[in-house]
């Protein structure tokens, strides 16, 4: 999958402009924004000075929006605090046709953001699509398997990393492990996956904690598509 540095929560901004729809138009680009970087403060996002989303907070991830191409000036400042005090301001052009994910990630001091160019068809007749990333900043490349099996799915995926599985429908857990360990760091609620649908499993959060009210490692699951 495809990963491209982008300015962070720059499309935060476009999405709110426009409404949710079905499917992708051909002009457009279809995008949704994901807000992964567990210690970064809530912001205000501006587009061509109008204060377009307010005090969006950690873990937020948006609709899928359709986006029309174009060239928009994006200022982003600590909630509260005005256009004027914006620590990014840039334009930053949308070219459409594809269908993306652009999560903002890693810890407050080094925060960027990562494109990831999805696959929303619908995956075989049986079976679901989960999508997985590796948005935990300080944990290290890990294995994912099967719960309570030494049956890896994925291997070696390291932070900002994703990727897809198409699996038959039914009920499933996860372990996680560091890359090429047996030991088991965090296991996932059992997840149930319905034929046709699309998933995303996301691991977010700090493994080792720097402060009590900074959220620690999770797994993140929601539906993304419903067929």
């Not at 960027?112 to 990333?133: K, M, N, Q, T």
């Not at 890990?142 to 990393?161: H, M, Q, R, W």
């Not at 699309?198 to 539906?223: D, K, M």
């Amino acid at each position: 999958m495809r990963k491209v540095m982008a300015v962070l929560f720059t499309v935060f901004a476009l999405v709110a402009m426009l409404p949710a729809i079905g499917q992708t138009q051909d002009a457009n680009a279809s995008i949704r924004v994901m807000h992964a970087s567990p210690d970064a403060p809530a912001v205000d996002v501006f587009v061509n000075g109008d204060a377009v989303l307010t005090n969006v907070p950690f873990f937020a991830i948006s609709s899928r929006l359709s986006v029309p191409a174009g060239t928009y000036r994006v200022q982003v400042a600590p909630t509260g605090a005005g256009a004027a005090a914006a620590v990014i301001d840039g334009e930053v052009t949308v070219e459409g046709g594809m269908s993306y994910t652009v999560a903002a990630m890693g810890a407050v001091a080094d925060i960027g953001a990562v494109i990831y160019e999805e696959d929303d068809s619908a995956p075989a007749a049986g079976e679901a699509r989960v999508r997985i990333y590796h948005a935990s900043p300080d944990a290290p490349a890990v294995d994912i398997k099967l719960a309570g099996t030494d049956v890896v799915i994925l291997e070696n995926v390291s932070f900002t990393d994703g990727a897809f599985l198409d699996v038959p429908a039914g009920t499933y857990q996860f372990d996680i492990s560091p890359a090429g360990s047996s030991a088991v760091v965090f296991t996932t609620p059992a997840i149930r996956v319905e034929s046709g649908w699309t998933y995303s499993l996301v691991a977010s959060g700090f493994l080792v904690q720097p402060a009590e009210n900074v959220p620690g490692f999770w797994v993140q699951s929601r539906v993304d598509i419903v067929r």
